[in-house]
């Protein structure tokens, strides 16, 4: 392994990156921002070594001992093949012993073993890095918080009932106090998707931090040339779900309010995803997209594409960016979420009401499409297209110089 590393070095500068799975292989908002980050810092001629587990699982690995847990490790976006943990601490102490600087960012501990990571910085030196709160992992092994994967629970004390009647409930302490053991003794920079991702954690975390920073991923560019639809008089509305079809995600809330308006004659339900086999109601149409790293903008393409008027994005979570809301956006689509739904929410209301609606509930949801005041909210709507961009994550601010 160290003879792959020294041959792939442009210069003195390599960042160390830990993620719960393989970025090239896997499809996701995680995998995007790595994506993005490895080639800003390929640029720069940094060489980018990722390691995730050689057997993903969602949850810490139960492995600690280095010799025993392996790694699949890619060098600039490369597949280099799985190698154990104490072959990765060798090489990587082999070129901090060369001289070279080494920046350590985490992204994502699941399937991790917070003890070989620990062993590694230990043995390498290494007493400082980077954290990305892409949720709430580190708080729980539930890591969106959804108290037995249903209701958001802010993260109540290990002690409390609602850890004691949740399904997480029961390993939440050594899951706190394993991944506490690799923060505690170090300078640790935490870095956050968004402005409200980073202040939601900092209400829930306990932990001293060096330094907190939000990192927005994608900012749009408004198309002032587009020419909006007219949509005044249109008899019906399209109203689409886009991604994956999670309890999360708020899926069985559009599935609901399809059901509800089975025999309507207003609306007509699409589902964007590439979960093409999940159940729908009969009155849904399936198209499939897979928006990937050589097609990072096929959403918005495909909301443009079947004419959507309306998505429902209603995360049952505070979502620390979401990638489809950004999307919708972009193709200029208006927007219905709830209150609670964290940089959804936050975003939604930033953008006003020509862009989308922020509602209490469901049954406010509910009403919305009864009364047909969705119909006044998207004929006023800005249906300006933007220029979706994505940022170049952990390197806006590693190596930026």
Not at 217 to 240: V, W, Y
Not at 322 to 344: D, P
Request: hydrophobic share 40%.
């Amino acid at each position: 392994m160290q003879a792959i590393l020294i041959g792939r070095l442009e210069n003195d500068k390599v960042v160390l990156s830990f993620s719960h799975d393989d970025y090239m292989m896997n499809i996701g908002g995680v995998q995007n921002v790595i994506s993005d980050e490895s080639a800003a810092f390929r640029a720069k001629g940094v060489l980018y070594l990722h390691l995730s587990p050689a057997v993903p699982m969602p949850m810490l690995s139960p492995v600690t001992q280095t010799e025993s847990y392996m790694f699949s490790v890619r060098v600039n976006d490369t597949a280099t093949g799985f190698y154990s943990a104490t072959d990765v601490i060798e090489s990587v102490t082999s070129l901090i012993d060369l001289g070279f600087d080494i920046t350590v960012l985490m992204h994502h501990l699941m399937g991790h073993s917070p003890e070989v990571i620990d062993r590694l910085l230990i043995d390498t030196g290494i007493t400082s890095f980077h954290l990305w709160v892409h949720d709430f992992f580190t708080l729980c092994n539930g890591y969106n918080l959804l108290r037995n994967n249903v209701v958001f629970c802010n993260a109540p004390a290990v002690t409390s009932g609602g850890c004691g009647i949740c399904c997480y409930g029961e390993g939440r302490l050594s899951h706190i106090q394993r991944i506490q053991s690799l923060i505690l003794p170090r300078k640790v920079t935490l870095l956050a998707p968004s402005g409200p991702a980073l202040r939601n954690f900092l209400k829930l975390s306990p932990l001293q931090w060096s330094k907190a920073i939000a990192l927005p991923l994608s900012s749009l560019e408004r198309q002032e040339s587009a020419s909006p639809p007219k949509l005044f008089g249109k008899p019906k509305l399209k109203i689409a779900f886009i991604g994956y079809c999670n309890y999360h995600k708020g899926w069985h809330v559009f599935q609901n309010l399809a059901v509800k308006n089975r025999q309507s004659d207003l609306y007509d339900f699409v589902l964007l995803t590439s979960d093409i086999e999940v159940p729908t109601p009969g009155n849904v149409e399936v198209c499939e997209v897979r928006v990937t790293r050589n097609q990072r903008t096929a959403m918005i393409d495909a909301l443009v594409q079947n004419e959507i008027d309306v998505v429902i994005n209603w995360p049952m979570w505070p979502e620390t960016f979401n990638y489809a809301l950004f999307e919708t956006f972009a193709a200029g689509v208006f927007v219905v979420t709830n209150q609670s739904a964290g940089n959804v929410t936050e975003s939604v209301r930033q953008a006003g009401s020509a862009r989308g609606r922020v509602l209490s509930n469901e049954e406010d949801l509910n009403e919305l499409f009864d009364n047909r005041e969705i119909f006044d909210l998207v004929h006023e709507s800005d249906r300006t297209k933007s220029k979706l961009i994505h940022s170049s994550g952990s390197a806006e601010v590693i190596y930026a110089s």
